[in-house]
């Protein structure tokens, strides 16, 4: 899944915080515990002194009584568990505290192994107490005895957990704030950041209307305001496209029914003009001259190609206004069809037209049917000395059928590849190749119909692949 930006930033700030507040904290826990240790060492060898002080005399007469009240004034330090006084010998002459009796007996252990070789302070922490031993010696430095002092620990153990729990108390202010901090800067920062991502991908979708509510004086609320600027530009822009594609459909529809009318009405005087034209010349022809008869002739000529012209202008603008619902259209049988009606055709030039499994599309049937004819019916026409080979094809490619037709035959300079869609435009004289340069047109127009594209790949003496494209309704034959 992925993490949304709110939680990376809440996450990431929390684990700042939380690593550089624990090690600040650790590091404080690590001093504190050790000053309090030392501090307490300190205090111990001091302390230690000062007995070793008041017992120099008692020791050094041998006086045990008064050695006793010496320890027993020095006891009510209640940090000091026991202390031994020992003579030279490590031999406990005197003792007070806690635990079994030593007297008459040698301290064992490492520190009272140590002490007597020691000249100063030795300090051990074992069994839970704090052990500290030395000399007893006289101002001029000699040696009469040693001293071995056993404090409890409690007291820097309580400062040790006071220490722990302050910091730990510490810990979770510090939790806390990095909690806030965390959350406020999400609700600053990160929050306005994923509703603008948010509205920007509904913009980008095409929800147009939408706006962010952002209002503030940062980069941040002039990039909200920059996203709603361009909303509301691109909304207008696409108003503006909506309202020039309208119109340019009703200009086109208004277009075609002209052309439509225009041609249907021209046909009936154009009609009368031919009839009586020809009237004229089988009636009066034997009463004009040559050249009147000639006259004639061109006028009737000129009538009938008029009559030509305006028939195809009709058909050309029929497929705009008069074309049929799209229905599923089997475009092997269409192909089928196309091969009978240019029979003739095909039979004259000696043609060879083959066609690959073709598909089912949703078209409409006799516009298809006229396609084909026209393209298949110029790849047989515009043959040069050899028998006219043409071949329809089909494959798909992503979201629609590209349909191929290729021939043998005499080509097109690409510099026309795209003058030849144009009504009336022929690259060739009508005594050459006769014809009007209406086909491709009204291909083209069918096409366009059906969401496609056409187009012509060819080189001036090497045949022409016209193809078109058609969407797939997910079918195929
Ligand atoms: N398969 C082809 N090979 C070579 N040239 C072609 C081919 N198809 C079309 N053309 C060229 O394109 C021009 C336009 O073709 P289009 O089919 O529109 O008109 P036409 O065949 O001349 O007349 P119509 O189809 O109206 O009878 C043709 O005059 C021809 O020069
Ligand atoms: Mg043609």
Redesign the pocket.
């Known amino acids: 899944m992925k993490l949304g930006l709110r939680f990376r930033l809440i996450a990431f700030t929390f684990c700042l915080i939380l690593t550089v507040g624990g090690s600040i904290l650790g590091y404080s826990v690590y001093l504190g515990r050790d000053n309090i240790f030392n501090a307490f060492e300190r205090e111990a060898i001091e302390s230690a002194a000062v007995i070793t002080e008041s017992v120099l005399n008692d020791l050094y007469f041998f006086d045990l009584r008064g050695l006793d009240v010496r320890l027993a004034a020095a006891r009510a330090n209640t940090d000091i568990r026991r202390i031994d006084v020992m003579d030279l010998e490590g031999v406990v002459v005197a003792e007070t505290g806690k635990g079994d009796s030593r007297l008459g007996h040698q301290l064992g252990g490492p520190l009272a192994a140590g002490m007597r070789s020691a000249s100063t302070w030795l300090s051990i922490s074992e069994g839970g107490f704090f052990h500290v031993a030395g000399p007893v010696s006289m101002p001029d430095g000699s040696r009469i005895g040693y001293l071995h002092v056993e404090f409890a620990l409690d007291e820097p153990q309580a400062r040790a957990h006071h220490l722990a729990t302050g910091i730990f108390l510490m810990t979770l202010v510090c939790l806390a704030a990095g909690g806030a901090v965390a959350v406020g800067l999400s609700a600053r920062f990160a929050r306005p950041i994923v509703e603008m991502a948010h509205a920007a991908r509904q913009i980008g979708g095409g929800m147009l209307e939408t706006r962010i509510s952002i209002k503030r004086n940062d980069e941040l609320g002039v990039l909200a305001q920059s996203i709603n600027e361009l909303a509301a530009n691109r909304q207008k822009a696409e108003k503006a496209l909506a309202e020039k594609a309208e119109e340019l459909t009703r200009s086109n529809q208004e277009l075609e029914q002209f052309a439509y009318v225009a041609s249907h009405d021209l046909q009936e005087p154009l009609r009368m003009i031919t009839g009586y034209t020809q009237l004229l010349a089988k009636r009066y022809g034997d009463k004009l001259d040559q050249n009147a008869n000639e006259y004639i002739d061109y006028a009737v000529e000129g009538a009938k190609r008029m009559q030509g012209l305006i028939r195809?202008l009709l058909t050309y603008s029929r497929v705009g206004t008069r074309g049929k619902e799209f229905a599923l259209t089997d475009c092997e049988a269409v192909v089928a069809g196309t091969l009978r009606v240019l029979q003739p055709a095909i039979e004259e030039s000696a043609a060879t037209v083959t066609y690959d499994p073709l598909p089912t599309v949703m078209g409409d049937e006799t516009q298809l049917l006229q396609l084909f004819q026209?393209?298949i019916?110029?790849?047989v026409?515009?043959r040069d000395s050899k028998p006219p080979v043409v071949h329809v094809s089909c494959k798909q490619e992503g979201e629609h059928w590209l349909f191929s037709?290729r021939?043998n035959?005499?080509?097109?300079d690409p510099q026309?590849a795209n003058r030849?869609?144009v009504?009336f435009?022929?690259?060739?004289g009508r005594d050459k190749?006769?014809?009007?340069?209406?086909?491709?047109?009204?291909?083209k127009k069918i096409v366009e119909r059906h969401d496609g594209k056409i187009w012509?790949e060819?080189e001036l003496g090497k045949?022409?692949t016209?193809h078109f494209t058609i969407p797939t309704n997910g079918e195929r034959t």
């Not at 035959?409 to 097109?412: A, L, R």
């Not at 435009?425 to 060739?428: S, Y």
């Not at 190749?433 to 291909?443: P, Q």
Request: net charge neutral; aromatic share 14%.
């Open positions: 195809d026209n393209l019916g110029n790849a026409k515009y037709v021939d035959g005499i080509g097109i026309y030849i869609f009504i435009q022929r690259l060739h190749y006769a014809g009007t340069g209406i086909g491709l047109a009204v291909c012509v060819s045949g022409a016209f």
